[in-house]
């Protein structure tokens, strides 16, 4: 069974860091490009960052480029998204999701984890 | 920017058929794959098509994808609606700017 387990989200005040973490199961994790996706409450999704399969490529929304940055450890099945200079906007439910391939959106997620960015 | 319209919100009855609509701005988006995610309240969004009109396992078919490419749109159709059919539901698919773009999702009330 394919699991996506999101963790570390937090409540941080504006300019802060925060580091989320994906932990991936189920499915070969080093084949398949990954992609963090976000969801401020009430509202529609963001797509926020991809990555590839073999980390050697990456991508970011307008909105987070410069301030974020994906990775991840294939030895550890695992999907990271380092979240510096954090802003109020940037509240919201991250997802951690894995691509099918092919242009073909996703046929995985995981279940959110929240991040606050308050004073 | 590229963006992907839907309606804000449908509804119908049990047993209803529904249609929801994802609108490219700009050039033949259905030129690319769309799917659709179903998003439950206080839940995560699931898939329920990928690459226009495949359902992934244990998806019932009820629900079915389609692409009008003389209207650069894409259509999400249920058939049989139940109440647990309720829920947002987002398109996405490509752009050169954005590797994924979501429509801005559809409430689907079931009366």
């Known amino acids: 069974e394919v699991q996506l387990v999101e963790s570390g989200g937090a409540v941080i005040q504006p300019g802060g860091s925060l580091r989320l973490s994906c932990a991936a199961s189920?499915?070969?994790?080093?084949?398949?490009?990954m992609h963090w996706v976000r969801q401020v409450p009430g509202k529609g999704l963001e797509w926020v960052s991809l990555?590839?399969?073999?980390?050697?490529?990456?991508h970011y929304a307008d909105s987070v480029r410069g301030r974020f940055t994906i990775s991840r450890d294939n030895n550890k099945n695992s999907l990271y998204l380092q979240m510096n200079g954090l802003r109020p906007e940037d509240t919201a439910f991250y997802y951690c999701?894995?691509?099918?391939?092919?242009?073909?959106?996703?046929?995985?997620w995981g279940q959110g984890t929240l991040v606050t960015v308050s004073s | 920017n590229f963006l992907l319209t839907q309606p804000h919100s449908v509804s119908a009855s049990p047993g209803e058929t529904v249609t929801i609509s994802c609108s490219g701005s700009?050039?033949?988006?259905?030129?690319?794959?769309v799917q659709w995610y179903q998003q439950r309240p206080g839940s995560a969004p699931t898939t329920i098509i990928w690459?226009?009109?495949?359902?992934p396992s244990g998806v019932p078919d009820r629900f079915s994808g389609s692409i009008d490419s003389s209207s650069n749109s894409a259509s999400l159709t249920i058939s049989g609606l139940r109440t647990e059919d309720e829920a947002d539901y987002y398109c996405?698919?490509?752009?050169?700017?954005?590797?994924?773009?979501f429509g801005g999702g559809t409430k689907l009330t079931v009366l």
């Open positions: 999701a894995k691509d099918m391939g092919n242009y073909r959106g996703s046929d995985y």
């Open positions: 189920g499915f070969t994790f080093r084949n398949y490009m």
């Open positions: 990555i590839t399969w073999d980390g050697s490529t990456t």
């Open positions: 700009s050039g033949s988006f259905v030129s690319n794959y």
């Open positions: 690459a226009n009109n495949h359902r």
């Open positions: 996405q698919s490509y752009d050169n700017s954005d590797p994924w773009v």
